[in-house]
Structures are given as structure tokens and as C-alpha cells.
């Protein structure tokens, strides 16, 4: 019985009437073009699968608890299993006047001679479709997961991301390219060490098949790498000395926003990336002091203030031997954890890190 069949339904206010479950219209789009995309050797969930029939309707269980009830909220990506090897991938749909920059950039970044940088923090571009009679190109690329989920588990995982996201920007800049929207949504990390066996795209914590939870490891047991994703916004310059008119991206505070007046975007990136650090970390999470320095400076009102990202690595890498072993094997505690919440992580984490010394993890874990 397929999905339209069903009673259950609803409408909103001026909208035609939906099938509870079925598909959204953003997701038809995928749904029709299906067998194309199988063609060219990725295959999308059976969802999307034209003759799909709802699993829900002969098991009678409610759908949002089955695989193929789960939806695709974003409009213009779609998860995908690649062809023989069953790896995930995420294809994002891009149109000659939508993207541009970023289709080109990505290729740029992914050419033979700047992938094997181990600077590189770039996702990779995997492959493109050329997508018949519809303008659209499909960009094809790993399959990640955002930076901060799992929670960091220690300083020191801390102190590898921020290394590793500070490395991507230098090599971003040092080839005049600003990434301009580097803030929580555009940072993600490769979660194929951490998570073997991979993980649903759409409830990220439960395994592929929907049957249980994800299996997974710490960032410590299996240290990831992390990327700079969405080169929408980004852009390519002469050199870093110049002005661009403002592009608002996932984070809307920097200043020189304000007033809507041309700024150098090498400078916002460096601020994005601090104000990343203040929010997502510094206030959320106990104990991270050490960074209240080089924050001030990335995040300064004045932009012509801001330190180089070359200038941030510096000064990174001397807070980072400031910091002792303990310090970086220490849990990170949330401010809003009841004492006897953070007590007991505190002991939690003195098992793993026990478990760590004797096989020889290294307190920051490197990719």
C-alpha cells in the first residue's frame, strides 16, 4: 500500500494535505531523480526509492520508530551509500549561479597537489554528477559528522581540534582564499575511526540500520580529522590586504558587520573562529582559562587588531606546551553539571584514562 493510501494525514494553512511520514517536497526531488543517481554508482535510502512502500503500514509500529520514516530536513544535501564499497557520502546539490565559488574552490582544494597537504582541513570533493536536463551538479564528498558530538571528552581532544581547524584556515588563507562562514555549522569531523560500522544520517546516534545504538570509540581511542566544510561564501583574493563588501553566515555578531561597510575577511574569519571557541567551549564548559587570552585578541572589536591566523598557531602552540599532562587528560565538565553529576565523570574518566596510559594514547590525540 503506498503512502498516499494512508488516513493518516494533516494540512497546514494554505498547504496542499500531506501524508503523515511521506515524503516533503524537498524530498521529491531526490525521490525522481533515484535511478540516475544509482547510475552513477551511489544509491540513496529506500526512502527515496521510487516504488518505496512504508515499512510502518504492515508493521504497525509508528513511523518516526522505523529507518524509512526518518526524513532529510536540508534542502540541497542527501545522504548516500557509495558503490561496491558501501561507504557513506553526502551528495549536496549545487547550480551554476548557486554555486559557483564553492563547487570551484572544492575542486581547487582537492586537486592532486593540495590534497595530500596534511594541512589540508578541506573536505574533500570525492566526485561530481552532472545531473541531465536540470542544471544541477551533484557534489559528492565523505560522509561527517558535526565537531562537537559526541561532547569532547578531555582537554586534550580540545587541544587537537583546535590545532588541526587552525592549521585548515592557515592553509585556506596563505593561498588568499577566505573561507567566511568557518562557525559551528561548517566545522565537522571524519567519523569513520570513531564510528566503524557508521551511524543513521538522520539520528545520528543510532546505528545504520536503525536496530540500536551506534557503536563508537572516543576521540582519544581513535583520534578524527577535522574539516572545514561549505565553501559557499568563500572566496579567492589577489592577496590578504582587502576589502569585501560583508557576507552573513552561520555567526551574525562580528562588528564590522554592523554597519554593513566593506571589511577584510581574513580578519572575520580569525574572529569567527575565536568567538566558536568562547561560545561552544569557554562558556559551556569549566577550566578553559588558557584560552581567555588569544580569544580576546581573535575576537577583538577592532579587526585590524586580530591576530594573523599564522599568529594564532604561534601562540597556540605555547599555550598548548604550557599545559600539563594531567590538565589534558582532565574530563571537561559542563557549568550546568550538579556536583555529584561531575564527580562522577571525574572518576569515569579517570578509568579511561587509565586505560589510555597502559596502551599508550597519547594525552592530545592526533589524526
Known sequence: MPASATPQSYALAGQTRRVIGSLFETEQWWRDHYYYIKLSGYVLRPRYNPIWEPSWIRSGKDFFSTEDGQPSILRA?????????GKQVMLKKVTPDEGPHELRIAQYFSSPDLAQDPSNHCVPLLDVIEMPNTGHRLMVMPFLRPFNNPHFQTFGEFVAFFTQICQGLHFMHKRN?????????????????????????RQIDRSRDFRGRAKRYTRTERPPRYYLIDFGLSRKYPSRDVLDMP????????PEHR??????????????LGNLVRHEFMRKYEGFEFMEDLVDEMTDMNPSKRPLIEDVIVEFSWIRESLSGFKLRSPIISKREPRLFAAFHRVEQAVLTLGYLVSRKAAIPEA
Not at 573561507?179 to 569531523?189: A, E, P
Not at 557576507?247 to 562580528?254: I, Q, T, W
Not at 554597519?259 to 569567527?272: A, E, I
Request: hydrophobic share 30%; aromatic share 12%; glycine share 8%.
Open 77 to 85: 544535501a542527501m545522504d548516500a551509500t557509495r558503490q561496491p564499497d
Open 177 to 201: 582564499i577566505a573561507h567566511r562562514d568557518c562557525t559551528v555549522n561548517n566545522i565537522m569531523f571524519d567519523p569513520s575511526g570513531m564510528y566503524p560500522e557508521g551511524f543513521h544520517p
Open 247 to 254: 557576507l552573513r553566515g552561520g555567526d551574525k555578531s562580528a
Open 259 to 272: 554597519d554593513g561597510r566593506w571589511c577584510n575577511p581574513f580578519h572575520t574569519d580569525v574572529y569567527y
